[in-house]
């Protein structure tokens, strides 16, 4: 083996990177999880430039970085296939085989084998759909954590620096859920306080006041923390190295195939954008569990109206609309003033021979990762159609 160099200039993708967006900390534990010896889901990269190295058989050869993100996309989203197939099949199987066992045991709850229907007692239901719904997401994060081994401060940004951030995402969100949820608000199809659980395939009807606010408050809180931790904590966190729109674009477009629901998806897209957006403005993830909060509490807000059928609940609803609208609206135009001179950079970018477009479908490809999201998408159309 003979080793060639015509010119002494280092490449490397680690020191390349834009580490300009995130405190000292941050970084410092970044690219010393990005440099570990043994670290297959680095995007890791460093030679001599112009250096060509032979090899017996094959004559010289160029190492270049275009083949280690190759490579190191397919070894990420191979983990991140394998985490999104087990959400699909807690979410669609798991909750199958509770009702089964619990209704072996004595309980009262029941599901038919080819509906996804519930049915039975109010704490019943609701301790099951909390269970799959907490397990869906808590199982797939925790296989990333296992899996990446990020650093804490890297997985779950934790550094808030930029309030600007989180007013500007939560406005965002105010304007955006306002503006998509218009169709329904305003379709001739009959509402009532169910519609909130309409996604749940459950039979609403047996619930008492308790199973209502206990799963609302779960609904709200503690699964919007937990779903932001798995796509804008360990999933974001390790696509990062590519550039943070590429972490945006992915992330989002998962968390919206994940709800197999196409009435849904484009504002989980919108609001995860949002939620990314924040998070990186402000330095923490906590403004991305806050958007998402607000989204849900703004669907919860319009529900209950939808339920007021008075001679009054049409301005009623038109007003709170209103209101919410212009008020994002407003403390979004401040928020852009006052940021007009803040030369801050926030958003890490990073360029290679490999475009956005290409980066993305070289991901889109790779096993699992690739069937579970079609099947999103095909499980998303039947039910449109159905």
């Not at 401060?153 to 989180?166: D, H």
Request: hydrophobic share 50%; proline share 2%.
């Amino acid at each position: 083996m003979q080793v060639m160099n015509n010119e002494i200039s280092k490449e490397s993708v680690i020191d390349d990177f834009d580490y300009s967006t995130q405190g000292a900390s941050y970084n410092k534990k970044f690219i010393s999880w990005r440099k570990r010896s043994v670290n297959p889901f680095s995007f890791r990269f460093e030679k001599i430039r112009n250096e060509s190295v032979y090899i017996d058989g094959r004559g010289f050869v160029v190492d270049s970085a275009d083949s280690a993100e190759h490579d190191a996309l397919i070894r990420i989203f191979y983990v991140l296939g394998i985490a999104c197939l087990m959400w699909v099949v807690i979410d669609t199987i798991f909750s199958k085989i509770l009702v089964f066992g619990l209704e072996k045991i004595g309980f009262d709850i029941h599901s038919a084998f080819m509906s996804s229907t519930l049915y039975g007692g109010g704490v019943e239901i609701v301790s099951v759909l909390a269970a799959s719904a907490f397990l869906k997401v808590f199982v797939p994060f925790f296989y990333l954590r296992k899996r990446f081994k990020l650093p804490k401060q890297v997985e779950l940004m934790s550094s808030a620096n930029r309030a600007a951030g989180i007013v500007g995402a939560i406005a965002m969100v105010l304007i955006i859920s306002t503006v998509t949820s218009l169709p329904s608000a305003y379709s001739s199809e009959t509402k009532e306080i169910y519609e909130y659980f309409a996604s749940l395939n459950t039979d609403v009807s047996v619930w008492g006041q308790r199973e209502y606010l206990f799963y609302t408050i779960f609904d709200i809180v503690i699964m919007s923390a937990l779903s932001e931790m798995f796509f804008r904590g360990a999933m974001f966190a390790v696509l990062r190295q590519f550039g943070d729109p590429f972490a945006i674009i992915v992330t989002s477009l998962t968390a919206g195939l994940l709800t197999q629901n196409f009435q849904e998806m484009l504002t989980v897209i919108l609001i995860s954008i949002v939620a990314s957006w924040g998070m990186l403005r402000s330095g923490t993830i906590f403004t991305a569990i806050a958007s998402s909060i607000i989204y849900k509490m703004y669907r919860l807000a319009i529900t209950i109206l939808e339920a007021n059928r008075s001679d009054t609940f049409i301005p009623i609803k038109n007003f709170f609309m209103i209101v919410v609208f212009i008020v994002g609206a407003v403390v979004l135009l401040i928020v852009w003033l006052l940021g007009k001179q803040d030369d801050e950079h926030y958003i890490a970018e990073f360029h290679s021979k490999m475009t956005m477009r290409q980066r993305i479908i070289h991901s889109a490809k790779v096993f699992p990762y690739s069937v579970v999201m079609a099947i999103c998408a095909v499980y998303a159309v039947i039910r449109l159609v159905t």
